[in-house]
């Protein structure tokens, strides 16, 4: 993975957050709606638009600026947390599925999937960045 690639892939995530960060602010029933939820009332709607609507556009924000400074010293720590974060999630679904086994492969193992292929994109942007530090 060449510098400009894992930048590119560190935006693409960015971008990715960032869609559904905006959408669970902005429509957090339809986001969970896929999953079989629904959200009854204003605490329900609160929780969701906090989860998903301010922890993605956080995280694209984190991954927006690592983007933009690839010689930074705090930019591989910030793209490790998110992988981290994409990793915890992929696992805390791999472990609702031992529990119980969903009906469908959608939604839960695409976004298993998309969790996992984010995590590896990152980890590979953060391990490039360790072997092969930008010049400033």
């Known amino acids: ?3 400009t690639t894992s930048t590119a892939a560190i935006a693409a995530l960015a971008l990715f957050f960032l869609g559904m960060g905006l959408y669970g602010l902005a429509a957090p029933a339809a986001l969970v709606r896929p999953f079989g939820i629904g959200l009854a009332g204003p605490a329900a709607r609160t929780e969701v638009r906090a989860v998903y609507g301010g922890f993605g556009v956080a995280m694209a924000a984190l991954l927006g600026w690592a983007a933009t400074a690839p010689a930074d010293p705090l930019r ?3 793209v490790l947390a998110v992988a981290v974060a994409l990793l915890g999630m992929a696992a805390g679904r791999l472990a609702a599925r031992l529990a119980e ?8 193992w695409l976004y298993f999937g998309l969790e996992l292929a984010g995590a590896g994109l990152l980890a590979a942007a953060v391990i490039r960045t360790a072997t092969h530090p930008p010049l400033p």
């Not at 086994?101 to 839960?108: I, L, Q």
């Open 76 to 78: 591989r720590g910030a």
């Open 1 to 3: 993975m060449t510098h």
């Open 101 to 108: 086994p969903p009906g469908s492969w959608y939604p839960s």
